[in-house]
Nanobody, 115 residues
Framework: QVQLVESGGGLVQPGGSLRLSCAAS????????MGWYRQAPGKQLELVAV???????NDADSVNGRFTTSRDNVKNTVDLRMNSLRHEDTAGYYC?????????WGQGTKVTVSS
């Protein structure tokens, strides 16, 4: 059974940092590019970061220079380090393969940026 479990979200002040983590099981993690997605209230799902199987990354313009993605192919985890957080980063954050697999969507982790 495929399972992706996100963690690390919370409440943070503008300018602060958070580190999200995603643990994968039930898939051959090493063969998949992974993505971090987010959905803000009332908005569509947005792809914010992608990391390839060999560790190359690509970020959305909205987070470029502030977010960093990494993966551990031994632990089957992918992390999202978020710095200089802004109000508009408030959203539910999800990891999935890239392209996404419907059965892989997890519960996500909520990030709230507020003073």
């Amino acid at each position: 059974q495929v399972q992706l479990v996100e963690s690390g979200g919370g409440l943070v002040q503008p300018g602060g940092s958070l580190r999200l983590s995603c643990a994968a099981s039930g898939i051959i993690f090493i063969i998949y590019a992974m993505g971090w997605y987010r959905q803000a209230p009332g908005k569509q799902l947005e792809l914010v970061a992608v990391i390839t199987t060999c560790g190359s990354t690509n970020d959305a313009d909205s987070v470029n220079g502030r977010f960093t993605t990494s993966r551990d192919n031994v632990k089957n985890t992918v992390d999202l380090r978020m710095n200089s957080l802004r109000h508009e980063d408030t959203a539910g954050y999800y990891c999935n393969t890239r392209p996404s697999i419907r059965e892989c969507w997890g519960q996500g982790t909520k990030v709230t940026v507020s003073s």
